[in-house]
């Protein structure tokens, strides 16, 4: 895709092409129950209370490889990044998938908690940011140091609730991705994702989570889970300003759809936007295209802006959604 003429939208931004990046350094990093995960840190030579690090939370059955242009970017506008992997994807796949039964609250409560815990260890005094990318960002709701979190990014965040998918793709994918999946997922005992080209391999517990025709996070089996021991979700932990960023086109990411996860922040200031791809002069963005490089002159620094700021810049693309 070619980029029109586009404004800059953060005075604050630097251009990656310009600026002196670096590829992130792998690491190890045990969870809760001491499930290793595998990610990627840009890390700044010298210690800076002050700058804030980020952690990026990956799409369901996403690598985080798919962010590290993203990561690039952020680290050229100095911050310090962590991408990772969830158990059971890229960097922390085990030999085999079949007997792990990871599930979204895992992928939250354990792998995204290790994260802010790894961030607060490893960067000390520093502010820690998130961009949580489709299920990434009710990801970032379910740690129990949500607290944290100072500014929070989402992309097409949801949990997939099949009514809210987009009415000319809907029928579609509840065949696709809650019935298809599951099936498949009760043959293998894993979903083989990556063999039939739709996404990563998925451990089996996550597939009945996405699946699951229920509107409400509580009401899927990991999610009745964590309500039962705590009585409540974690969501309410999260204090931090909150960017809900949806596109026009993006059949996941539908208004109801966003604003159903955001309806769990509910100890967050939060603010969406909603972006038409015509706004930027594309053609189509869609619910994966967000973090291609293509777009680090027109959406990246929408991210940006609020990640330095917690706040849109004033020439930002696109409209607010009044909360109902």
Do not use: N
């Given at each position: 895709m070619d980029l029109q003429d586009t404004?800059?939208?953060?005075?604050?931004?630097?251009?990656l092409s310009m600026a002196t990046?670096?590829?992130?350094?792998p690491f190890k990093e045990p969870a809760a129950d001491s499930f290793i995960l595998g990610g990627f840190t840009w890390r700044h030579a010298q210690h800076d209370s002050a700058r804030p690090v980020v952690i990026i939370n990956a799409a369901t059955s996403v690598r985080c490889r798919h962010y590290s242009r993203f990561a690039d970017y952020l680290f050229a506008n100095g911050f310090d990044v962590i991408t990772y992997d969830y158990r059971g994807i890229g960097e922390s796949r085990p030999a085999s998938l079949?007997?792990?039964?990871?599930?979204?609250?895992?992928?939250?409560?354990?792998?995204?908690e290790a994260m802010l815990k790894r961030a607060q260890r490893d960067f000390p005094g520093q502010p820690i940011?998130?961009?949580?990318?489709?299920?990434?960002?009710?990801?970032?709701?379910?740690?129990a140091s949500g607290h944290l979190i100072r500014h929070l990014v989402t992309v097409g965040a949801q949990f997939a609730y099949w009514r809210d998918y987009a009415p000319a793709h809907?029928?579609?994918?509840?065949?696709?991705?809650?019935?298809?999946?599951?099936?498949?997922?009760?043959?293998?005992?894993?979903?083989?994702?990556?063999?039939?080209?739709?996404?990563?391999?998925t451990p089996a517990g996550v597939v009945r989570d996405w699946s699951m025709p229920t509107d409400r996070y509580e009401?899927?089996?990991?999610?009745?889970?964590?309500?039962?021991?705590?009585?409540?979700l974690p969501f309410a932990n999260v204090s931090a300003k909150t960017l809900a960023i949806s596109i026009s086109d993006d059949p996941y990411?539908?208004?109801?759809?966003?604003?159903?996860l955001l309806?769990?922040?509910?100890?967050?200031?939060?603010?969406?936007?909603?972006?038409?791809?015509?706004?930027?002069?594309?053609?189509?963005?869609?619910h994966f295209a967000f973090f291609r490089s293509s777009y680090q002159a027109t959406l990246w620094p929408i991210a940006l802006s609020w990640l330095q700021n917690g706040e849109l810049a004033p020439d930002t693309p696109g409209r607010r959604v009044p909360r109902s």
């Open positions: 404004p800059s939208l953060a005075p604050t931004q630097i251009e990046s670096a590829s992130g350094e079949k007997g792990l039964d990871a599930t979204w609250t895992d992928w939250g409560a354990l792998d995204f940011d998130v961009v949580g990318h489709s299920f990434g960002g009710c990801a970032a709701g379910l740690g809907r029928w579609r994918m509840l065949g696709k991705w809650h019935l298809v999946m599951p099936l498949v997922t009760m043959i293998c005992g894993y979903f083989p994702g990556k063999r039939l080209g739709w996404l990563e391999d009401k899927r089996p990991s999610g009745r889970v964590i309500h039962a021991q705590h009585g409540r990411g539908t208004i109801p759809a966003i604003e159903r309806g769990y922040f509910t100890g967050s200031m939060t603010t969406h936007l909603r972006i038409e791809p015509k706004d930027i002069g594309e053609e189509e963005v869609g």
